[in-house]
């Protein structure tokens, strides 16, 4: 028998396992680290057309992860290709092996609360701990040193 747990936090793979034991049952727990790197957040950036990075750069760099979208349109002009270009690059990172399955968009959608049945959105944000490793990719980007991991090399 072969039993699949994504996302369970430490504290409860220890608790499953100490139960499996207490039933003489053999377990086995492999975690997979869904959370996002320098590395994988270098490979996702660079894998991003020119309009859907410098969208990502707002959100990160001007918005310290948290942009209005008519700011995002005044600078980018329509939404349309560089939210697609985002959404298209998980996947596609998971089929190329640069992360894994399960691992989160680093920039999703603000929908307006006071109108939730209208899905426009009002802003685009990423969360607090991932600011801090997708700027350190920029930099990366930005210095040549995330230069060595081209997006169609094997993941980190």
Do not use: C
Request: glycine share 8%.
């Amino acid at each position: 028998m072969k039993i699949t747990i994504e996302g369970a936090d430490k504290d409860f793979a220890e608790k499953l396992v100490a139960l499996a034991a207490a039933h003489h049952a053999e377990l086995t727990v492999a975690a997979v680290d869904t959370n996002w790197t320098v590395e994988r957040a270098t490979r996702y950036l660079r894998s991003l057309p020119a309009g859907a990075r410098r969208f990502a750069e707002m959100v990160i760099v001007d918005g310290d992860g948290y942009v209005d979208a008519d700011r995002l349109r005044a600078a980018v002009g329509k939404l349309n290709g560089p939210t697609v270009a985002l959404s298209r690059a998980i996947p596609r990172g998971v089929r190329e092996g640069w992360w894994p399955e399960g691992v989160s968009a680093p920039i999703t959608p603000v929908y307006d609360p006071d109108n939730p049945s209208w899905h426009k959105n009002i802003a685009y944000e990423m969360t607090r701990e991932n600011v801090p490793v997708f700027r350190s990719a920029l930099a990366a980007l930005a210095t040549g040193r995330g230069a060595s991991t081209s997006p169609e090399s094997p993941a980190p």
